[in-house]
């Protein structure tokens, strides 16, 4: 017998305290008092020391319970032991393979591929098998169902087969979700079919990087009848060279190359055994080659020079590694998107003061990823071509706004388009339904004493958002001479959405969703005869806020890497996307997103107006490039994992992931093993039931003791 905490042994020492109180020294308890004694004096009593211990059972009962106490803390166990579960049944088998970006080093994949072969050989036809693989998501190759069915060659040549056409890909690597998922469908196969299986086994193929994600693992509850095998792949030459960029100062104007200014990072493993780099754009014969050295484990930020354009697609290369797969950086040409906003109302005047449109007009600027333009157009004779040309409809409404125009502009936002309303004195209610899509709206010229100031804004919603932080929230400077009272159906429509009030109740700015667009209105101008909101400093980011809605941000995109969506918001008559291997994906009328982001590189979004297109650079995870070796056993013990300490697969692999730890991990191993069995084993369970038992039987023992040295009655 084994104990896994010996050290609690040393609580038998509480043996020797029932011992000395059986052995004591006891004062006589009987005292009977004569009334002759009163006139001799007092002698001392006598103590007298028990040299022979008496009631021997009870005092071997209660010794025996403290040892089994002890016993119970110190967790004992049997190393020999043998479990039913053992001998006979099959194994449940996952084969789980890393395909991420990493894997494209050397021959890791060939190696990887050469491992799983030789587990699924040494698997026997009572063995249930499936095989995986793994990137940021996990792909289920064969799954356990269909190879129940199989004989073992039968089983064997199929899986040959289906990894031949495989190739690793180019995601991030997830580890610990693919882990938890294979776990809790091994599990639930395992409650739900009747077969018993002696053991539960996921084999993990993989380079085990220090890229790879683990977090999930965390708030995993790892099922205690799953085990995990760790098979380790490693490329011959060691060492990582990686450039991400991190910033970049670009001009709104293209032709500017010479304003633009980026830096990268660049990162050397701690294993590498170069020093040296180069930075240089490629295909252009007369750039700048930037070299430098960077010691092994450091990293630094270096300028990178101007490209000779910034009007076409460059790719920043890094060299001087070993391992190329990681090397690039895609830049896409600066290409603010053309925005077309028309204005259309009864009369308007770019250069009137007085004029919502000549505040509109000031307010949109180039920047470096929109370039709106503003037209004007007068309800009469509104064509719809220039209604299809447009992106962003504002809207003047007043008492002459032909019904006709409102009908179509409304068209124009249930179709996807985005409008802005601005409610001016003598609108109509049925001008602001028909541009809406809302019934039963009334509305009325507001009786505003002094002025009316803005409250109740919901600083939640999308457009207010930008103004939620303490600095910029408040909005009583902006006061409101001149404002409508706009009366919304009763009724609650989730098509309607209040986004700020006047402080007399009545709704100030309010969004309206209408099929594959909205309509956001004002119920006062923006001029200085109705409100000081254009000469706030709010008016223009409340502006691009309301063209961010549209998905037309005023701010760069974040970067985009392998995996991401593109958003597709905003590019209207998206018809195709190009993928960096030249072959096209049609879009479906309306996407919004596209997903199909499998490798690096650009990704070129055509649409149906020639020269419109819109081009998307798409990197490798930064986190793919730490392709440092880590040691499984250790990393995943720690989230929890049932992990087998011994790394298999390829032997210099494994002896680099086990290192100078190795007598760690061996230790380490011992412990797991001795847990497992001491919790497959549970003898303190019956080490407790023995207790109750003894202190039963101790405690009617004693009883019977007092009860038969009770003095009894004597009659004369």
């Not at 007009?361 to 004007?376: F, G, L, Q």
Request: with cysteine.
């Amino acid at each position: 017998m084994s104990f896994l905490f010996p050290l609690y042994f040393l609580g038998a020492a509480a043996l020797a305290v029932p011992i000395l109180l059986h052995l004591r020294r006891r004062p006589p308890k009987e005292h009977m008092e004569f009334s002759s004694l009163m006139f001799l004096e007092k002698s001392p009593e006598l103590l007298t020391r028990r040299t022979k211990i008496e009631r021997w059972i009870l005092l071997a009962l209660r010794c025996l319970a403290l040892l089994l106490l002890a016993l119970i803390f110190c967790r004992p166990y049997f190393k020999s032991a043998t479990f039913l579960d053992e001998i006979g049944a099959g194994k449940r088998v996952s084969i789980l393979i890393d395909q991420s970006a990493s894997m494209q080093r050397e021959d890791l994949w060939k190696k990887a591929v050469d491992l799983a072969q030789e587990e699924i050989a040494k698997t026997g036809a009572e063995d249930s098998v499936s095989l995986a693989v793994f990137g940021e998501d996990l792909e289920t190759v064969l799954p356990t169902d269909i190879t129940e069915t199989w004989s073992g060659s039968a089983r064997r040549e199929e899986i040959t087969t289906l990894l031949a056409d495989a190739k690793p890909g180019w995601a991030g690597t997830d580890l610990g979700s693919a882990l938890a998922e294979i776990a809790d469908e091994t599990s639930a196969q395992s409650s739900e079919d009747a077969k018993a299986f002696r053991a539960r086994e996921i084999v993990v193929i993989s380079d085990f990087q220090d890229g790879a994600e683990r977090d999930v693992l965390q708030q995993y509850a790892w099922p205690e009848d799953v085990r995990v095998r760790c098979l380790a792949v490693g490329p011959k030459k060691a060492g990582n060279l990686t450039a991400n960029l991190v910033a970049a100062a670009v001009s709104a104007n293209p032709d500017e190359a010479a304003a633009t200014a980026r830096r990268v990072r660049i990162s050397n493993s701690p294993d590498s055994e170069n020093e040296k780099y180069q930075l240089s754009w490629v295909g252009e014969t007369d750039g700048k080659v930037v070299e430098g050295v960077l010691p092994p484990g450091a990293s630094r930020v270096v300028p990178v020079p101007p490209r000779q354009s910034e009007t076409k697609d460059a790719v920043l290369q890094i060299s001087g590694d070993a391992h190329d797969f990681d090397n690039r950086v895609y830049v896409a040409r600066t290409q603010p998107r053309l925005i077309r906003i028309l204005f259309v109302g009864e009369d308007p005047r770019r250069n009137d003061v007085g004029s919502p449109f000549f505040y509109l007009a000031r307010a949109m600027n180039r920047t470096k990823a929109i370039d709106p333009t503003v037209d004007a157009a007068k309800f009469e004779g509104l064509q719809a071509a220039e209604l299809k040309q447009s992106n962003v409809l504002v809207i003047s409404a007043g008492e002459e706004t032909p019904d006709a125009a409102a009908k179509a502009i409304g068209k124009f936002a249930e179709d996807g388009g985005m409008v802005i309303v601005i409610a001016d004195p003598g609108a109509k209610a049925e001008t602001l339904s028909a541009i809406t899509g809302v019934a039963d709206l009334k509305i009325a010229e507001a009786d505003v004493k002094n002025y009316a100031m803005l409250s109740g804004l919901d600083f939640d919603h999308p457009v207010l958002a930008p103004f939620a932080k303490a600095k910029v929230r408040d909005f009583t400077k902006i006061h409101t001479w001149k404002h409508r009272s706009l009366t919304l159906p009763e009724s609650e429509n989730e098509s309607v959405k209040p986004i700020a009030n006047f402080d007399s109740g009545d709704p100030a700015w309010i969004e309206f969703s209408r099929g594959k667009g909205r309509v956001f209105t004002f119920l006062s101008g923006w001029e200085p005869e109705e409100s000081q909101l254009a000469l706030s400093s709010k008016f223009v980011p409340l502006l691009y806020a309301m063209l961010a809605q549209a998905g037309y941000s005023a701010t760069e995109a974040k970067p985009l890497y392998v995996g991401d969506s593109i958003n597709l918001a905003g590019i209207r008559d998206a018809k195709a996307v190009k993928l960096p291997d030249g072959s096209s994906v049609q879009v479906n009328n309306g996407a919004t997103v596209f997903s199909d982001t499998t490798q690096p590189g650009f990704y070129t979004v055509e649409t149906a107006t020639v020269g419109e297109e819109r081009v998307f650079a798409v990197n490798l995870a930064p986190a793919e490039s730490r392709i440092e070796p880590v040691d499984p056993a250790v990393s995943l013990a720690d989230l929890g994992v049932t992990v087998d300490l011994e790394i298999e697969g390829d032997p210099e692999a494994a002896a680099a992931l086990a290192g100078a730890n190795a007598e760690e991990i061996e230790k380490q191993k011992q412990r797991l093993e001795a847990e497992e069995k001491e919790n497959r084993q549970k003898i303190w369970k019956w080490l407790v039931l023995g207790i109750l038992v003894i202190l039963l039987i101790e405690t009617w023992l004693a009883g019977r003791r007092k009860a038969g040295t009770e003095p009894t009655a004597v009659t004369a």
